[in-house]
């Protein structure tokens, strides 16, 4: 037999790692001197702790490991439970993935406020606009762009069925409008339904009409816009082109505009053509008001 000591040396956990095994049921020692109170383990329990601190390290807690050893499970419904965990993993991966881009973006933002960047902004007038209107409503998941990018692929597929077919008679213009005077990502949790607005440009004879997929689109008559604050963003990242956006917005407070309450973006290259970010080339405007 090996005292607690040995057996800490030998399968490298501490005594007090080990105190709380044995509390927990998960390795008990094989004796226990009745006047001293010393441990005693032996040799073949290392298997058993080695596979302890292996299952430990998988991410799966104390209590799964004491009832994966206790039922002695098979190795099926072993392989069932590491993929559960290597799910759980993977949803942790992502959420963090996206907590580091969000960290990253407001560095390159802290920097923006120190160096305002040159912006290639065009004041221009925007013609009016024949298009049918349908608000796609909250996303789903907020800390997975994955699946925003499936939804976007299911809308933009739905958009090219109905083209194709005939039902939506389509003039090559989409539009993406996002209301509210904080201008918001478009897979932010704090975007609520009827903030993000998509129009499609459609002949003077198309109607209102049912699309499977999406719904109801409605014919909407966008006005003129007679100064809007325009700016070409290609080559891209999502992240990439909110900051762009929000630094749109101050610029044309910066230079004695007052920005309407939303921002536009035209994509001339967007979901309807390539599902890579990117590659959209899209026009940003923010109607103003040039008396300030």
Same mark, same amino acid.
């Given at each position: ?37 010393? @441990? ?24 799964? +490991? ?166 070409? +963003? ?29 921002? @536009? ?15 959209? +080339? ?11």
């Amino acid at each position: 037999m090996l005292k607690i000591g040995e057996f800490s040396r030998l399968s490298q956990v501490t005594i007090k790692t080990l105190h709380h095994y044995d509390e927990l049921g998960l390795l008990k020692p094989v004796h226990i001197d009745p006047i001293t109170n010393y @441990r005693f383990y032996d040799v073949e329990q290392l298997p058993r702790i080695h596979r302890i601190m292996a299952l430990k390290e998988m991410g799966l807690s104390l209590e799964q +490991i004491g009832t994966m050893l206790e039922n002695d499970p098979s190795t099926e419904e072993m392989r069932g439970m590491l993929r559960m965990q290597q799910a759980q993993i993977q949803q942790q991966v992502n959420a963090a993935e996206r907590q580091l881009a969000m960290v990253e973006f407001r560095l390159q933002m802290i920097e923006a406020e120190s160096n305002f960047p040159e912006l290639d902004v065009v004041m221009k007038r925007v013609e009016p606009l024949r298009a049918l209107s349908f608000f796609p409503g909250p996303h789903p998941n907020q800390l997975d762009w994955k699946e925003d990018v499936e939804r976007m692929a299911r809308v933009a597929n739905a958009l090219n069925k109905a083209v194709a077919a005939g039902v939506i008679q389509h003039t090559g213009i989409n539009i993406d409008i996002f209301y509210g005077e904080t201008i918001l990502p478009v897979d932010s949790p704090e975007l609520r339904e009827r903030e993000h607005e998509i129009l499609v440009g459609v002949t003077d004879a198309q109607k209102d009409v049912t699309v499977e997929g999406i719904g109801l689109m409605q014919i909407k008559e966008e006005p003129v816009v007679e100064n809007a604050a325009t700016l070409m +963003i290609a080559n891209s990242s999502p992240f990439e082109v909110y900051e762009k956006l929000v630094l749109l917005r101050r610029w044309v407070v910066a230079h004695g505009y007052k920005p309407a309450p939303f921002v @536009r973006q035209v994509a001339y290259r967007g979901p309807m053509h390539t599902l890579n970010f990117k590659e959209f +080339i899209i026009e940003a405007q923010i109607p103003v008001d040039a008396d300030g």
